[in-house]
């Protein structure tokens, strides 16, 4: 039995199989989805029990999953909008969600794919499914992995919403869902990211380091600089973004060698960071970020020799990195990148964990034990 269309939703048909809204917005490739449990339904087993939510520069998005349907509404400030824009911004929302999650790959698919070339991946696909990597906003992707280096998922988050509320004004404010309009009591208001020009000036650092981000304050704010001092900040036609916004994300345009090179003149961004922001925001499917746990996942299951007794436990050196990925790239192919996500997060135990926290609405307290993300 199909699950029914909560009030105020459009409904996208999308097996569960495709995307894991539970999974994708919460591992670690973007850090400002907002979760709330959703009061126990009387419904059928497949009613959603989350709701997820996004700031975008215009709109809040909401989300929720059943197993054969994505619902999403948008919220926006002001006053109600009229049935025609309503419908239209029902479209621009649905365009955006199509790009974000990248739904025109069918993820199935792939996995079939990945299982035909590697046994280990067929072995584990039943433990996990509806992995899929976002293509984000390449200046909110970039900052945030500069935020990632030596970190943890629940301080990432943390820090990105301190600078937003700091760099950008409140769009909106809202209630959680099982709350109605009118009660002002619990409304979390909700800041756009802010573009490089309002990073850029000198006193960022010293404001950022208040805020707790150390010496990744620095890296942020010179980072902005250079963006802005070399490719402007004027704003575009298009979307209203600074030029050097469209710049970066016309990187997805060259090469991946070319705009790995790009990223890596920035402060603060090494190998894998430039790797996570190919891969997640600049269209390079094929790229696979390393660490030390991936090389440990090399050698034990894909016969990656080891070099001088070195076994993943070590520093990670270029040569390192480039064996582990070009080995791991020539196993999974084309969507190197993707096989790469889904095979991290293939671990039984961290899912479990994870599951089990999202039951219990309890992600702030619990995460950090599971995942620390090192650079």
Sequence with gaps: MASPIPAGFRA????????????????????????????????????????YRLCLRDRVVCLRQSSDYLFYRSVFPGEHLSAEREAVSDEETLSWLKDYFQLDVDLVKLYDQWSDRDQVFNKLKSRFSGIRVLRQDPWENLVSFICSSNNNIPRITNMVHALCKQYSPSLISLPPPELSESDSQGHAAYHPFPPPSLLAAAEVKSTLRSLGFGYRADYIQRTAKMLVDTHGSLLSNSESRENCEEWLTGLRDTSTETAREELLKFVGVGRKVADCVLLMSLDKK??????????????????????????????????????????????????????????????????????????????????????????
């Design 286 to 375: 094929e790229v696979i970020p390393v660490d030390t746990h991936v090389h440990q996942i090399a050698i034990k299951h894909y016969g990656l020799r080891t070099v001088g007794g070195f076994k993943g436990k070590g520093v990670m050196t270029p040569r390192i990195y480039n064996e582990v990925a070009t080995k791991l790239a020539d196993i999974w192919g084309e969507y190197a990148g993707w096989a790469h996500s889904a095979r991290i997060y293939s671990n039984l135990p961290f899912l479990l964990k994870l599951l089990i926290l999202l039951s219990l609405g309890a992600f702030h307290r619990g995460f950090e034990s599971l995942l620390f993300v090192r650079h």
């Design 12 to 51: 996208l048909p999308l097996a569960a199989v495709q995307l894991s809204l539970a999974a994708v917005l919460k591992c670690g490739q973007s850090f400002r989805w907002t979760c709330y449990p959703l009061p126990s339904s009387s419904g059928t087993e497949s009613s959603p029990t989350h709701e």
